[in-house]
C-alpha cells in the first residue's frame, strides 16, 4: 500500500449515520462525487482500489435496516457479512445481538473501515480479506449488501449462496434492483424506499428489498 488506510480515511471521511440506519455511525465520503469520480490515475497514485467502504450504498442501508428491526434474524447467531465494505451490516448484525461477526471482504482497504467504524460504535467485529465465495461457512446466518453489481461475479456468486441456503444457513441479501440480481431463487421479506447519492446512484432514492435465499 503507498498510502496507510487509516489515515487517509480518517482525513477524507466525516464520522455520520447514513439516512436509513441512523443507530449507526460511519466514516464515510462526505462528498461522494469528489472521492468516487477520482480517475485510476489518481487512484493509482494513492494505491487505492475504488472506494466501495467509503459509501453507505442502499442494498446495505436495507439490510442493515432489517436487522435492527428484526434482531431475532442474527440474535445469539454467529454471523458472516460478505463483501462486508464499510462494515456498516456487520455493525448491524451485532448491535442486534449477534454473538459473533465475521466482516469478509477481499479490499485490502476495507479492514481499517471496518475497524474505525466499528469502535465508533462500541462494538467487536472480526474481519478477513480471504475470498470466501465457494468456501465451507461456519456461520449460521450469510448477509450481503448490495453485490449483485457484476455479472460474472454475479456468475460465482450464485450457486455458493444457492448451497449455502440448501444447508439450512439462513443467506439474506439486500437489493436496489442491480442488473444481476436472481430474483426467481428469493423470497421476498421487506421492502424499503432507501435516500442515496445521486452522485452514485443518478437517483436520490432507491426502492431496495432484502431478500431471502430460498432453500
Known amino acids: 500500500m503507498k498510502t496507510d488506510p487509516r489515515t487517509f480515511i480518517l482525513a477524507n471521511t466525516e464520522l455520520m449515520s447514513p439516512p436509513h440506519v441512523r443507530e449507526i455511525r460511519l466514516h464515510l465520503a462526505s462528498e461522494a462525487h ?41 440474535a445469539g447467531k454467529m454471523v458472516l457479512d460478505f463483501a462486508s465494505g464499510s462494515g456498516l451490516v456487520a455493525i448491524a448484525a451485532r448491535l442486534a445481538g449477534a454473538a459473533d461477526v465475521l466482516a469478509a471482504d477481499i479490499d485490502p482497504w476495507a479492514a481499517s473501515a471496518i ?69 426467481d431463487r428469493l423470497e421476498q421479506l421487506a421492502v424499503y424506499q432507501v435516500p442515496v447519492t445521486r452522485a452514485l446512484e443518478d437517483s436520490e432514492m432507491k426502492k431496495t428489498t432484502v431478500w431471502r435465499f430460498a432453500p
Open 34 to 74: 469528489d472521492l468516487w469520480k477520482k480517475t485510476e490515475e489518481d487512484l493509482e497514485k494513492i494505491g487505492l482500489p475504488p472506494p466501495f467502504w467509503a459509501f453507505a450504498w442502499a442494498g446495505g442501508q436495507g439490510l442493515a435496516r432489517y436487522i435492527l428491526d428484526h434482531p431475532e434474524t442474527v
Open 115 to 183: 475497524a474505525l467504524n466499528a469502535a465508533a460504535n462500541d462494538v467487536a467485529i472480526r474481519s478477513t480479506a480471504e475470498d470466501q465465495i465457494g468456501k465451507a461457512v461456519g456461520a449460521d446466518v450469510i448477509l450481503a449488501g448490495d453485490v449483485f453489481y457484476d455479472r460474472e461475479f454475479a456468475a460465482a456468486l450464485i450457486p455458493w449462496l444457492t448451497r449455502l441456503a440448501r444447508e439450512g444457513k439462513l443467506v439474506l441479501v439486500g437489493d436496489p434492483g442491480r442488473s444481476y440480481f436472481p430474483k
